[in-house]
């Protein structure tokens, strides 16, 4: 079982939809990120967060310690929301841990 | 400010070659990341830096990978000689470093696209 679990794999919605992300982890984490990478493109820094909720546009981030669990909201979906966005962990120990990405497509 | 920037954006080369990826990290940035990246799969740490001391090189195929970071501030990978497994694509990152475990934002270069023939 990975340390960091993302659901759904795949997600294709219609543009406007409401999506949501889920990431589950299983070690102790002093930060947790959220991050995108677009088809042959870099990785960007979307929130990094370690307790409550962040918002920045139409996207929303939060996260339950307790649960060890953190969603990404992205509201008013748009294609170019197209990519694939996958969640890190700071472990305790020092080290990131990757979730394997969430490949959203947006249907205009 | 710039961007983590790393080169060359793309190689391509015949196995049994050698090559190398520089990075320059966001300035200040004590934390430099060299990760690998297959297709449709996460990245995959190959060495962290904290300033010039690599900190974490376990997953560093150490026969034909090398790194460096002599001034603590870019850096190079090295791989001599290249396999065919070794296509993929080669991302660095740099992060403040908060300490306690805390990495800080990432912050991640354009990635340099490697195609071993």
């Known amino acids: 079982k990975n340390e960091v679990e993302q659901s759904p794999q795949n997600l294709t919605a219609q543009e406007g939809e409401f999506i949501t992300i889920n990431c589950s982890y299983s070690?102790?984490?002093?930060?947790l990120h959220w991050l995108q990478q677009h088809p042959g493109g870099g990785i960007v820094s979307l929130f990094m967060?370690?307790?409550g909720k962040k918002k920045h546009g139409r996207l929303i981030a939060t996260i339950n310690i307790q649960e060890k669990h953190s969603s990404l909201h992205i509201t008013a979906s748009h294609p170019r929301d197209s990519a694939v966005y996958i969640c890190?962990?700071?472990?305790?120990?020092?080290?990131?841990?990757f979730g394997k990405g969430t490949r959203l497509h947006i249907l205009p | 400010e710039a961007g983590v920037v790393q080169s060359p954006r793309y190689k391509i080369i015949e196995k049994k070659q050698p090559v190398a990826f520089w990075c320059n990290p966001i300035?200040?940035?004590?934390?430099l990341y060299w990760y690998l990246q297959n297709l449709g799969q996460g990245p995959e740490l190959l060495i962290r830096y904290e300033n010039e001391e690599a900190v974490d090189d376990s997953q560093l195929p150490k026969d034909r990978f090398s790194a460096e970071r002599l001034k603590g501030v870019d850096s190079t990978l090295k791989i001599q000689p290249a396999e065919l497994g070794d296509s993929a694509v080669y991302l660095c990152?740099?992060?403040?470093?908060?300490?306690?475990?805390?990495?800080?934002?990432?912050?991640f270069g354009e990635g340099s696209r490697l195609t071993v023939l």
């Open positions: 070690v102790g984490i002093s930060a």
């Open positions: 967060l370690s307790s």
């Open positions: 300035s200040g940035h004590n934390t």
């Open positions: 990152a740099s992060s403040l470093g908060l300490g306690r475990g805390n990495t800080g934002e990432l912050f």
């Open positions: 890190a962990v700071d472990s305790r120990d020092d080290k990131i841990i």
